[in-house]
């Protein structure tokens, strides 16, 4: 079964931020944080992944707390390409049911 | 560089017929995952090979479902006999090595109907 928790839906205007949390507390020391994003028909795409220290990369900021118990992904500005299902996971094997992202312009 | 191909796109076939999918990783990349997607649920991993050996396929039927990766590069996943709880899209996905470091990369999956 999953090990991470994350909220069913959010929502969120177009242009503004988006924080999408996970809770992952039963993670090891070792355990990278993986965040992935699913369109209809398509297949997972990768977004961002980080172990101790906040990650930035050109799709999005991860924020890890500092006991490694959860994370937040963050997107700066939300566009409408960015409606998706966001999944965190612990080991990057399996998947929860995610947070499912509406953007509205 | 080229993403992870997987065909059939689509497959229809009557409960306790047989099925195969075919998997061609991105090249380079020596792990390669089978997931199961049910609607409305997040990918279930079923098996992980890293070259042509197994990882991990705990969560993997096997009286009926059966995965080889001969020469550490494509796969294939085959389903015999299929059952109507077998209706999801099967994802490939590849990552250049098993640690946790490296991301997945997923192809766009075959989306399988049982009638």
């Known amino acids: 079964d999953a090990k991470t928790t994350q909220p069913n839906s959010m929502e969120s205007n177009e242009e503004e931020p988006v924080h999408l949390p996970c809770n992952h507390s039963?993670?090891?020391?070792?355990?990278?944080i993986h965040w992935y994003r699913q369109l209809p028909s398509q297949g997972p795409e990768y977004v961002i992944h980080?172990?101790?220290s906040n990650v930035n990369n050109r799709m999005a900021s991860l924020a890890i707390a500092e006991d490694r118990k959860s994370s937040t992904l963050i997107l700066h500005r939300a566009t409408l390409r960015d409606a998706a299902v966001y999944y965190c996971?612990?080991?990057?094997?399996?998947f929860g049911k995610g947070t499912s992202l509406l953007v509205t312009p | 560089e080229a993403g992870v191909a997987q065909s059939p796109r689509y497959k229809i076939i009557e409960k306790r017929q047989s099925v195969a999918f075919w998997c061609n990783p991105i090249?380079?990349?020596?792990?390669l995952y089978w997931y199961q997607q049910i609607l409305g649920q997040g990918p279930k991993l079923l098996i992980q090979?890293?070259?042509?050996?197994?990882?991990?396929d705990s969560q993997l039927p096997k009286d009926r479902f059966s995965a080889e990766r001969l020469k550490g590069v494509d796969s294939t996943l085959k389903i015999q006999p299929a059952k109507l709880e077998d209706s999801a899209v099967y994802l490939c996905?590849?990552?250049?090595?098993?640690?946790?470091?490296?991301?997945?990369?997923f192809g766009d999956g075959t989306r399988l109907s049982i009638l």
């Open positions: 996905a590849s990552s250049l090595d098993s640690g946790g470091n490296q991301p997945q990369h």
């Open positions: 039963t993670i090891s020391g070792t355990d990278y």
């Open positions: 980080g172990l101790t």
């Open positions: 996971i612990d080991y990057a094997l399996n």
């Open positions: 090249s380079g990349h020596a792990t």
């Open positions: 090979f890293q070259n042509n050996g197994v990882v991990d």
